[in-house]
């Protein structure tokens, strides 16, 4: 979570884009588009805080809570997360996140 989250705050777009899991809503194979997506995102804010709020380790399958708080020229964001994390080939992979 915190490699992506630091992925993020320096517009390492092929990190993010290696690093998520092909079941995921944002995944695609169109990378050079999706990689446009997570730059414009990357250079439009502020990461400003990533705190982590409860980890639960599986062998396949890990769950991280996590409080975000990011500023953009529309809004300040703070958003708290349950993020789903698999396991492949001693690799882990965002899967999906539940807002809360």
Avoid: C, P
Wanted: avoid cysteine.
């Amino acid at each position: 979570m915190k490699s992506r989250y630091s992925a993020y705050s320096f517009g390492l777009v092929k990190y993010i884009i290696k690093t998520t899991h092909n079941e995921n809503i944002e995944y695609s194979l169109d990378t050079n588009s999706w990689g446009k997506e997570i730059k414009e995102f990357s250079l439009n804010t502020d990461f400003l805080g990533l705190k982590i709020l409860d980890f639960t380790d599986g062998k396949d399958i890990a769950f991280v809570t996590f409080e975000a708080t990011l500023y953009s020229k529309q809004n300040d964001i703070s958003f708290k997360e349950r993020s789903k994390f698999y396991k492949l080939s001693d690799m882990w992979f965002y899967h999906s996140g539940e807002f809360l």
